[in-house]
């Protein structure tokens, strides 16, 4: 495969995971584990209150999140705000050489304001915390002892080393997973005809490279909007209102109120999929574009080529191979039945020997790394299959 082919399947496959589910570093369940569940894990039934969490626990303790290989944390910080916390142990060797010095990693942490839990304070990742190192999640920095100071890390001290909390902290352990509430299944009906409910769903706004985040839109019988936006900038949420159909049915206006500001938002639905809308915004009496990309959705045409060229697929679905990536085991499935990766390529020149006109859909999700999506395709274009898309799953 040519590195024009490799490079344009990469900016595909990024697209099409980052538009539809946002960037994978924040899409996971550490991002959704935050308002009322994580307020109320604290007092739940699996969580642990701890007074001292020792270097070697911080690497033995369970792994509660499904994506994540690091303990998850809460922290109830001397404000009595709640925290959620990704922490490590590890060894950093001194710049000059020298033995290892322990360290707790914050490998991620946000902060929400109480009693919500919806609204960020801080967030950071990638914080170390030396011997005596204390870190104040309220303002997510590391501080000298007496200036607020959630948790501190020790090697040694009258309570054993490890994290310990601080200054009227709580700090707690979950000895399993979160059961997060089941998302909403908000779809958009069949076919090209619009609908008054069509813009329900959850979609990724991006609008003129400077904001971006999730809107989440709610639509009643008649019309009204309603839902919240949730900034990447800030991590807080704004409330959304506004009014869909009218004159048109796919047609919306609505509104993001900011504390002292608002922007006016008028886009009109993708008819074709109903995966996304675009449109105009004013916001300080200036025009910008914007689109919105629906979580889940068809953003492109179904036949869409996967390096770039645009247009559509040649043939009918006689010819069409669906083959499927999943995280969960290590080879594939063609057409729904299980693939050894070692044969793949055998068995696609065996299916376009039946029918030149073959081309393949790619369903992977979002979880997948990409070297595994790259094995694939070179695979299948080494067969001689030229005509190869994406589908989100």
Not at 108 to 129: H, I, V
């Amino acid at each position: 495969m040519s590195h024009r082919h490799i490079y344009r399947m990469v900016l595909t496959y990024a697209f099409v995971v980052t538009a539809l589910f946002g960037e994978r570093a924040w899409g996971d369940d550490f991002a959704r584990f935050d308002g009322g569940l994580l307020t109320a894990a604290a007092r739940g039934e699996g969580s642990k209150e701890r007074n001292n969490l020792g270097f070697a626990e911080i690497g033995a303790a369970p792994r509660t999140l499904r994506d994540s290989e690091h303990a998850l944390l809460i922290v109830r910080t001397d404000q009595g705000n709640a925290a959620r916390v990704l922490v490590s142990a590890a060894l950093r060797k001194p710049a000059g050489g020298g033995e290892p010095t322990p360290v707790v990693v914050l490998e991620r942490f946000d902060t929400f304001e109480s009693p919500q839990a919806k609204t960020r304070l801080a967030g950071g990742k990638g914080t170390l915390l030396f011997d005596g190192f204390q870190f104040d999640f309220d303002s997510g920095q590391v501080v000298p002892d007496g200036h607020g100071g959630d948790v501190r890390f020790r090697l040694t001290g009258k309570d054993g080393s490890g994290l310990t909390p601080a200054g009227g902290a709580k700090l707690y352990t979950l000895e399993a997973a979160p059961v997060f509430p089941a998302q909403a299944n908000d779809r958009p009906s069949p076919g090209g005809r619009v609908t008054v409910g069509d813009f329900r769903g959850v979609y990724r706004l991006y609008a003129d490279a400077r904001w971006s985040g999730d809107l989440s839109i709610k639509v009643n019988d008649k019309g009204e909007v309603s839902g919240e936006f949730r900034s990447d900038l800030n991590g807080r949420s704004y409330a959304v209102r506004g009014i869909s159909g009218g004159d048109s049915p796919g047609r919306i206006v609505f509104e993001i109120a900011f504390p002292r500001s608002k922007q006016e938002y008028e886009g009109y639905l993708w008819t074709s999929g109903k995966g996304g809308f675009s449109g105009t915004l004013r916001f300080l009496n200036q025009t910008f574009g914007f689109f919105a990309i629906r979580k889940g959705g068809r953003f492109a045409p179904e036949d869409a080529l996967a390096d770039g060229a645009g247009g559509e697929l040649e043939g009918d679905a006689a010819g069409k191979i669906v083959l499927t990536i999943d995280r969960a085991t290590e080879g594939v499935s063609i057409d729904g039945k299980s693939q050894d990766m070692k044969t793949l390529k055998s068995v696609i020149v065996d299916r376009i020997a039946a029918d030149t006109g073959s081309s393949v859909l790619i369903r992977v999700a979002s979880d997948v790394p990409y070297s595994r999506v790259r094995e694939v395709v070179e695979s299948i274009r080494s067969a001689g299959v030229e005509r190869v898309r994406f589908e989100s799953r």
